[in-house]
């Protein structure tokens, strides 16, 4: 006998259970700017809750979340004309030469998010949804509204400027968060 | 990490920064009830 699937979970606890994950994104799409992140996401949940967002399953809850966070902070860019003034990092991104292991990993988190900054948007779009949210380069590409093709080609390429930038950190032998061998 | 990524080896310590990047954030994310 077949056994139905299980019913669904409410809308508003399936987005309590990615609320961490739509705060990263939120953060993201607003340059890192966390009280900005906070308006986008309670702008979204009342576009939800009052029905102006509407979830057709036409993808995964998520990926279409992400979406209507990413375009809310659109709008929130365009109303205010901000423009959050991304921190050119050339000459501060050197590796401590004195550092214990905590500082290393507190480090290379920080030069991470200033790194994410230099690059241009798209790429730095792209890699946060695949490394951050743990999204599929598809997946990633529908968020953004943009074709498969060019997600991997955004992904590859801010992959490749990260690496480049971060490669005195990213030595094998350098400690880094979790500590694994390389 | 991407499963679709072939080079996962090399993407490790990326991903270990990324991951290091996301708890300090989950850290500082607002509680859900006051957000919504």
């Known amino acids: ?182 | 990490m991407s499963n679709n990524d072939p080079d996962n080896r090399m993407d490790a310590p990326l991903q270990r920064a990324f991951d290091a990047m996301r708890d300090t954030d989950r850290a500082r994310t607002p509680d859900f009830a006051r957000t919504r």
């Open chain 1, 1 to 182: 006998m077949a056994h139905a699937a299980p019913p669904a979970l409410p809308l508003d606890a399936q987005l309590e259970a990615l609320h961490d994950a739509s705060f990263g994104w939120a953060c993201r799409c607003c340059n890192g700017n966390p009280d900005d992140a906070a308006d986008v996401l309670q702008t979204c949940y009342v576009k939800v809750f009052a029905g102006r967002a509407i979830f057709h399953e036409r993808s995964s809850l998520r990926t279409w979340w992400f979406g209507v966070i990413r375009l809310t902070a659109m709008e929130l860019r365009r109303r205010t004309d901000r423009r959050l003034s991304i921190h050119d990092v050339r000459d501060t991104m050197t590796t401590p030469a004195h550092a214990d292991n905590a500082m290393l990993e507190e480090e290379s988190e920080a030069l991470l998010r200033r790194a994410l900054m230099r690059l241009p948007e798209r790429q730095r779009d792209v890699l946060h949804l695949v490394f951050y949210q743990g999204l599929s380069v598809a997946d990633a590409a529908t968020v953004l509204d943009v074709s498969v093709g060019s997600a991997r080609v955004h992904y590859d390429r801010g992959k490749k400027r990260l690496r480049e930038w971060l490669t005195p950190l990213f030595r094998d032998d350098a400690p880094m968060a979790g500590g694994g061998a390389v």
